[in-house]
């Protein structure tokens, strides 16, 4: 596992903004959709459709109230993950005492982009948050060998839209 201090020197994040922790980075929140329709996964790509995106507006100070329930969300950051290096993203324990969670996702050797999750709310009276506020935490792992070819997927470069 990376210090906070060796994916900062690695380039991973644009400069500081206090997000480096002991052992990975705080990512924080961009945008936060519901979804109006059916995904759909097949034994092939060809056969993956995401479900349409209804985006939630956050208010003039940057606040969304969730009810409980099932979001997406987009984080902020622009991530670069070095292709010697593959990462993992856990929810900020902060989060999960307000009853709400992101469940973890591998973030593959040499993906680009800005992430996405899926956001669950399970306490019962909901869950305030605002924009830019930091939801979780990726930590990098370094592999044992560079990884021959990089993530080059679906999600390469998705800035979100």
């Known amino acids: 596992m990376l210090s906070g201090e060796d994916i900062r ?13 002991p052992n990975g980075v705080d990512l ?11 995904g ?23 606040w969304l109230h969730l009810p409980q ?3 997406g969300v987009r984080y902020a950051e ?6 010697d290096c593959g990462g993992l993203c856990f929810p ?25 999750g899926w ?7 909901g869950l305030r948050l605002q924009q830019g506020a930091r939801v979780v935490q990726l930590v990098i792992f370094r592999l044992t060998a560079p990884a021959s070819a990089g993530y080059a997927g679906a999600y390469q470069e998705r800035s979100g839209s």
């Open 9 to 21: 020197l690695s380039g991973l994040l644009p400069p500081d903004r206090g997000q480096y922790q």
């Open 28 to 38: 924080s929140l961009d945008t936060v959709w519901s979804v109006s329709g059916p």
């Open 40 to 62: 759909t996964l097949g034994r092939s790509n060809a056969d993956r459709l995401l479900p349409e995106r209804e985006p939630l507006r956050f208010d003039d100070d940057g």
């Open 69 to 71: 329930g099932g979001y």
């Open 78 to 83: 622009y991530v670069q993950v070095p292709t």
């Open 92 to 116: 900020r324990s902060s989060l999960l005492r307000m009853g709400a969670y992101i469940p973890t996702a591998v973030w593959d050797a040499g993906y680009n982009g800005r992430g996405e």
């Open 119 to 125: 956001l669950e709310v399970r306490n019962p009276y």
